[in-house]
């Protein structure tokens, strides 16, 4: 049963990913910034860090599976997003196996995910031809903001994940099935 709560919360968080922007005031939205919630990502750095063990890829996979859902409602291209979350996700999980798994860790691979996503998906969309904004105004006006309002995200949505996920791994360890 508790396999079903990681779907269901990526679910929710990419329905909410599309109304998020609706949710901030407009003067916010509509001035020279760019913010892009990455909320889906945000909670599979919690998964890299708080429930996969170094021999478990339960984040990469939802990461890929989640990225080709926001491609295919989301954006006009299939397989940017599932790239580069999973790109980033890999990278995270591989970072996490040299740092201990706490707040601290937690907020720099965060800040270090979201960055990298958030780059490896420029990237993809300059080199197709997609996107033509100078790297100097992406990283001013998107990726500095972006990065910002994620760690937000992340920090808001720690008292309520980071135990819970914590627990969810040793009980799977253990082999116990609570809630």
Do not use: C
Request: hydrophobic residues 55%.
């Amino acid at each position: 049963m508790k396999h079903l709560f990681f779907p269901l919360i990526l679910f929710l968080l990419t329905i909410l990913e599309g109304v998020a922007l609706e949710l901030l005031p407009s003067d916010l939205v509509m001035g020279n910034l760019m913010l892009v919630p990455h909320w889906v990502f945000a909670f599979l750095v919690y998964l890299a860090v708080f429930y996969d063990k170094d021999h478990t890829y339960h984040s990469i996979v939802y990461a890929l599976l989640f990225g080709l859902l926001i491609d295919v409602v989301y954006t006009g291209v299939l397989g940017v997003y599932m790239f580069s979350y999973g790109l980033a996700t890999y990278i995270i999980h591989g970072l996490k196996k040299i740092l201990h798994g706490n707040f601290y860790v937690l907020v720099l691979l965060g800040a270090v995910g979201v960055l990298l996503a958030d780059l490896f998906i420029y990237l993809i969309y300059t080199s197709v031809g997609l996107a033509d904004m100078v790297f100097e105004d992406y990283t001013f006006s998107r990726m500095i903001p972006t990065v910002l309002s994620n760690l937000v995200f992340i920090l808001l949505l720690y008292p309520f994940t980071a135990k819970r996920l914590a627990r969810w791994q040793r009980e799977q360890l253990t082999g116990n099935r609570t809630l």
